[in-house]
């Protein structure tokens, strides 16, 4: 079983750039939730992705945006980058069926640090 | 506000010298509780999942158990190994939350031999 994987594993931006992180979900999952964890804090909710749409969103700009394609792989685009986008980005994957709660299951993250 | 609170924030513990981490929450309903570690570097990795108060879940050295306003994640006779940050988290009834997960802050948890 392949887990959760997520490229690259640290990026270096500037401000005012935009990035791309990428996310491919544990095999047999069908849906993908994007997580922001800051040094010493707990991961805060960015979005979830189920059939390809979003479905739930956390308290983030419209430029923190993104996509799940058919393989239920996921991208997370960020524009405008910011001091404060520097964190940790983990990708969650999960099986969804109805309202079933099934744990979400975490890659290794993202390190993105701007300058 | 939905919200998770854990405590002690740090926690120092010989080897073989059992304690219990404490998560409170305050939500509007909760669908379930998971409790995850996370070792330096890496994601979080899933340990428990406890949906109705009462619940107790084992798992090695580790048993989380769940009221109606907290969870406590006890720890019997701690090895260094154990050492990690354990995170508690939420997830909430209502098809508007999306399947979010909101977490406390989390305890670093440190073993010495």
């Known amino acids: 079983e392949t887990g959760v994987t997520q490229s690259p594993t640290h990026l270096i931006k500037t401000r005012g750039q935009q990035v791309t992180l990428r996310c491919s979900s544990q095999s047999g999952h069908n849906t993908v939730s994007w997580y922001q964890q800051a040094l010493g804090q707990g991961p805060q909710f960015i979005f979830q992705?189920?059939?390809?749409?979003?479905?739930g969103r956390g308290n983030f700009p419209p430029r923190f945006s993104g996509l799940q394609f058919p393989n239920y792989s996921s991208e997370l685009n960020v524009n405008a980058l910011e001091l404060d986008d520097s964190a940790l980005y983990l990708c969650?994957?999960?099986?969804?069926?109805?309202?079933?709660?099934?744990?979400?299951?975490f890659g290794d993250g993202t390190r993105l640090s701007i300058l | 506000e939905d919200q998770v609170t854990q405590s002690p924030e740090a926690l120092r513990l010989q080897e073989g010298e059992s304690s219990s981490l404490n998560c409170s929450y305050t939500v509007s309903g909760l669908r379930g509780l998971f409790w995850y570690r996370q070792d330096p570097g890496k994601g979080p990795e899933f340990l428990f999942t406890l949906y109705s108060a009462g619940e107790e879940k084992e798992k090695e050295r580790l048993k989380a158990t769940l009221t109606k306003k907290e969870s406590f994640l006890h720890i019997t006779a701690p090895k260094p190994e154990d050492s990690a940050t354990y995170l508690c988290?939420?997830?909430?009834?209502?098809?508007?939350?999306?399947?979010?997960?909101?977490f406390g802050q989390g305890t670093e948890l440190s073993v010495k031999p």
């Open positions: 988290a939420v997830q909430l009834t209502g098809s508007n939350q999306g399947g979010k997960l909101i």
């Open positions: 969650a994957s999960s099986f969804r069926t109805g309202n079933s709660n099934q744990p979400q299951h």
């Open positions: 992705y189920y059939r390809e749409e979003e479905n």
